[in-house]
């Protein structure tokens, strides 16, 4: 990645990248089965960042080329699951097993080559951008998916709680 980033960067452009984010001690049961799917409130708050193009839980697009038999998680004795294609996450309720998803990161638009665009009259027209800009966001992201994931989950863990109060 760091010869990736290094020669992107002397070439005046910019790369993406993916960054894989596993949560642990998650308990099960944590989530809604209908509109508030951990897995799609996770995915919300993630598309909420800049440079954000995708994210995919477990075994997320593999799966679609894994039959039922492959990319089933089974149960075995104390509720524990054999593998975790669901990526700890089925039927958008926490199954107790890691939380794993994957976002991907977008290439930085602001690089210094120049670029074909439209002037504020509409006539095509090219831009150079210049100054420092980074030629790759992926390092800068991960504290603050980071920080997003934990705040989805401080939200669900207080739903959890308020759910078990008696009126």
């Not at 598309?47 to 038999?69: H, N, Y």
């Not at 089933?72 to 054999?82: K, S, V």
Request: net charge negative; hydrophobic share 45%.
């Amino acid at each position: 990645m760091a010869e990736a980033v290094t020669a992107a960067a002397a070439a005046g452009d910019s790369v993406g990248g993916i960054v894989n984010c596993t949560v642990s001690n998650v308990p099960a049961g944590w989530g809604e089965p209908v509109f508030d799917k951990l897995d799609a409130v996770l995915a919300h708050a993630i598309f909420s960042l800049g440079g954000v193009k995708g994210v995919e839980f477990g075994s997320g697009f593999a799966a679609a080329k894994m039959r039922g038999s492959e990319n089933n998680d089974p149960m075995t004795a104390g509720f524990r699951l054999a593998s975790n294609h669901a990526g700890g996450i089925a039927g958008g309720l926490s199954t107790g097993a890691e939380i794993r998803f994957s976002v991907a990161v977008k290439p930085t638009p602001s690089i210094s080559l120049e670029q074909q665009t439209v002037d504020t009259a509409g006539k095509e027209s090219t831009i150079r951008i210049t100054g420092r800009h980074d030629p790759c966001i992926v390092p800068r992201i991960i504290p603050v998916i980071e920080a997003m994931t934990a705040i989805v989950l401080a939200d669900f863990a207080l739903l959890n709680e308020s759910a078990k109060l008696k009126p």
